[in-house]
């Protein structure tokens, strides 16, 4: 079955610091990867997205992630945080049909 | 501006009482989908619409309806709601099926928040 979790709910960096957040999927067959952002009370938005074309994948306000399938993972890194980085980010997945199937979030908190 | 709509953003109802909860797009977009977000569940998709009159159940389209008579509207009917169904509710919507080429990402109103009583 297809799946994705995200580890860890809540993450904590100080401002400059690296900010990982951890993805892992399940999928019989190859995956189409996405990050989104949420910001508070807003919808959310695409950061970046994996299509098989490059592993290494970057994205808006200098958040990257990395495709790993021996690992089964697509964590987003970003080299030093920013307080306008606080938010929540999502992890999806989509492998053919009409479903995009999303992780249960990790929410981002940065400490000045 | 190229943008996915939503209204209402707040929404606070009795249980029972139907109610619509309206989504338009303004970018031609072909697919159409609602999903439900729920602490540590993160976002469960309810219907989903491939093109005008085409649509199909999610994850979670018990309780909920939902009809495409437009390309660009797509609402989601709660016909009697209940309080397991408050949540904050997105639409989204793609060019075409979501990871097919650059033109497929989900674009995502700002959402509604419901509460059943």
């Known amino acids: 079955a297809q799946s994705v979790t995200q580890l860890g709910s809540h993450v904590s960096v100080s401002e400059g610091a690296l900010v990982l957040l951890r993805c892992n999927y399940s999928?019989?067959?190859?995956?189409?990867l996405f990050w989104y952002v949420q910001y508070p009370n807003q919808g959310l938005q695409l950061l970046l997205k994996y299509t098989s074309a490059a592993t290494l994948v970057k994205g808006i306000n200098g958040f990257e992630a990395e495709f790993k399938k021996s690992e089964t993972s697509f964590h987003l890194t970003k080299p030093s945080a920013h307080m306008s980085d606080a938010a929540e980010y999502f992890c999806?997945?989509?492998?053919?049909?009409?479903?995009?199937?999303f992780g249960a979030g990790t929410r981002l908190f940065v400490k000045a | 501006e190229a943008q996915v709509t939503q209204n209402p953003r707040y929404l606070i109802t009795v249980t029972g009482k139907k109610l619509t909860v309206t989504c338009s797009q303004n970018?031609?977009?072909?697919?159409m989908s609602w999903y439900r977000q729920d602490p540590g569940l993160g976002l469960r998709q309810i219907y989903y619409?491939?093109?005008?009159?085409?649509?199909d159940k999610g994850d979670v389209p018990e309780g909920y309806k939902v009809s495409r008579k437009e390309k660009r509207n797509f609402p989601l009917i709660l016909e009697s709601p209940s309080p397991n169904q408050t949540s904050l509710y997105f639409c989204?919507?793609?060019?075409?099926?979501?990871?097919?080429?650059?033109?497929?990402?989900?674009?995502f109103g700002n959402g509604t928040r419901l509460t059943v009583t």
């Open positions: 970018m031609n977009h072909e697919y």
């Open positions: 989204a919507s793609s060019f075409r099926n979501p990871g097919q080429g650059n033109n497929s990402p989900l674009h």
């Open positions: 999806a997945l989509y492998t053919g049909g009409f479903k995009t199937i």
């Open positions: 999928s019989s067959v190859p995956p189409y």
């Open positions: 619409s491939m093109n005008v009159e085409v649509t």
